[in-house]
């Protein structure tokens, strides 16, 4: 407990839980526009699930810091260029984020909704089953970018598993709203599966070794999110004035 005495602990563990949050932008949007695809008495045990795996699944990797080091490690060459398991593992996580976001783009373009039985039309669904399977496998992904993010700040685990911790507890209470805003706006779903398809490259780049500052990519998303409300605005005075004449 001598650590908690230091200033340099509260500022590393600040640091590391703003860090951890803002790497978890991207995991809530992926996992918001999952969890709206399943029926809706379903959609909140995908939302607090698929968060609770991550949680469980980043602390139980923070506990085996010397295997995730050891994924650094170059397994296989091909022509003079190295991959380790990580850089695999950022690679497969990066080309699944793009074939993800790219089929939901055009399912959004295409239609939402298909014939039933009855010849009704009635919106698609996914099953919880495929929904957390899909959550899990880009947990997996993200966890290993937002722990090696962790090692880099501080070697401390107990600081790294309270950031963690915080952090997704963070993204637990805004998951819902996030979601519900997220599915609520289909301008804003293209939005967020074009942030996720950045996402995805910038993984496939990362595992390439060459290293792209997130920071140009939050940027670019927050600037078109903030022309998006505008847009937004817009419209919604453009149809009040409108009814009004």
Avoid: C
């Avoid at 949007?29 to 995908?46: M, R, T």
């Avoid at 009635?122 to 966890?143: E, R």
């Amino acid at each position: 407990m001598e650590i908690f005495l230091q200033p340099d602990t509260w500022v590393a563990l600040l640091t590391l839980t703003f860090l951890e949050i803002v790497l978890g932008i991207d995991n809530i949007i992926f996992i918001s526009l999952v969890a709206g695809k399943v029926p809706e008495e379903n959609q909140k045990k995908a939302r607090l699930g698929g968060l609770t795996i991550a949680l469980v699944m980043r602390i139980l990797l923070l506990l085996s810091i010397a295997w995730i080091i050891g994924l650094t490690k170059p397994v296989l060459t091909i022509a003079d260029f190295e991959l380790s398991w990580r850089d695999i593992i950022l690679i497969a996580g990066g080309i699944f984020l793009l074939v993800k976001s790219t089929l939901e783009i055009h399912h959004k373009v295409e239609g939402q909704y298909e014939e039933s039985e009855t010849g009704e039309k009635v919106k698609k669904t996914m099953s919880f089953s495929s929904a957390i399977l899909q959550i899990v496998l880009l947990d997996l992904v993200f966890s290993f970018d937002s722990i090696l993010t962790a090692v880099g700040l501080t070697d401390e685990i107990i600081l790294m598993v309270i950031a963690v911790i915080v952090a997704i507890i963070v993204m637990m209470i805004f998951a819902k709203p996030v979601g519900e805003f997220v599915n609520d706006h289909p301008t804003i779903q293209i939005l967020a599966l074009s942030f996720l398809i950045l996402i995805g490259v910038m993984l496939i780049v990362e595992g390439a070794h060459y290293h792209v500052p997130k920071g140009y990519i939050y940027f670019a998303v927050f600037f078109s999110l903030a022309i998006e409300m505008l847009n937004m605005r817009y419209r919604k005075k453009n149809n009040t004035q409108s009814k009004t004449s």
